[in-house]
């Protein structure tokens, strides 16, 4: 079956400095994703979203990145702070407005003071 | 303030006892869907519901039942629990029109004995 997995399961980033989380997707027909952070004991929160026909979408110091040769997804967090701890997901959709949405298993990132 | 509410927050039930997790939303949306998190797994989603009276499965529906009687709740309901539906379980709520701007709610840790 379809599947959207995340490449590393941990990650720690010193504060201040640029963290990247990467995710690999194995339906080519997908068209739509997008990444939620979630903090702990909360639910997931929308960060960012990107469709299929962009290569990178940029918000307030996060950027996801699209690769659809290679089926890869990545969210660069910049200038990490404290408050960026938690777990991330990507996930995808055949298309924009479908309402299945698949998960990635998720990476928990932990910002060192 | 825009909520996804759940209740009850924990629950530790016995297999076979019937139980009822509640989810309201007050934003008006029309779609509405619940998820189970499990370590490994990542979200997977249980059952949705597009509008009133409308519902269908998702991808790991066995189990469960939900309903939709009204536009703003949307229960999931174990009529026999068993210890492998011990999870955390999400409630989410969208506009309908996009998914990309899932709402969560806090979350519904179930232990099953």
């Not at chain 2, 009822?20 to 619940?34: A, G, I, P």
């Amino acid at each position: 079956g379809e599947s959207v997995g995340l490449h590393l399961p941990t990650l720690s980033v010193q504060e201040g400095d640029n963290s990247i989380i990467n995710c690999a997707y194995s339906n080519s027909a997908s068209d739509y994703f997008i990444w939620y952070k979630q903090e702990s004991g909360k639910g997931p929160q929308f960060i960012i979203d990107i469709r299929s026909n962009m290569d990178k979408r940029q918000g307030q110091r996060v950027t996801v990145l699209l690769n659809k040769t290679v089926k890869h997804l990545s969210l660069q967090i910049a200038a990490t702070q404290p408050g960026d701890s938690a777990v991330y997901f990507c996930a995808e959709t055949p298309w924009f407005g479908n309402e299945k949405l698949t998960f990635g298993t998720g990476t928990r990132l932990t910002i060192i003071p | 303030e825009a909520q996804v509410t759940q209740n009850p927050r924990y629950l530790i039930t016995v297999t076979g006892k019937k139980l009822t997790v509640t989810c309201s939303q007050n934003m008006n949306h029309e779609y509405m869907s619940w998820y189970r998190q499990d370590p490994g797994l990542g979200l997977r989603q249980i059952y949705y519901s597009m509008n009133v009276e409308v519902t269908d499965k998702g991808d790991v529906p066995e189990g469960y039942k939900v309903s939709r009687k009204e536009k703003r709740n949307f229960p999931l309901i174990l009529e026999s629990p068993s210890p492998n539906q011990t999870s955390l379980y999400f409630c989410a709520s969208s506009s309908g029109l996009t998914n990309e701007k899932l709402f969560f709610g806090s979350g519904t840790q179930l232990s099953v004995l």
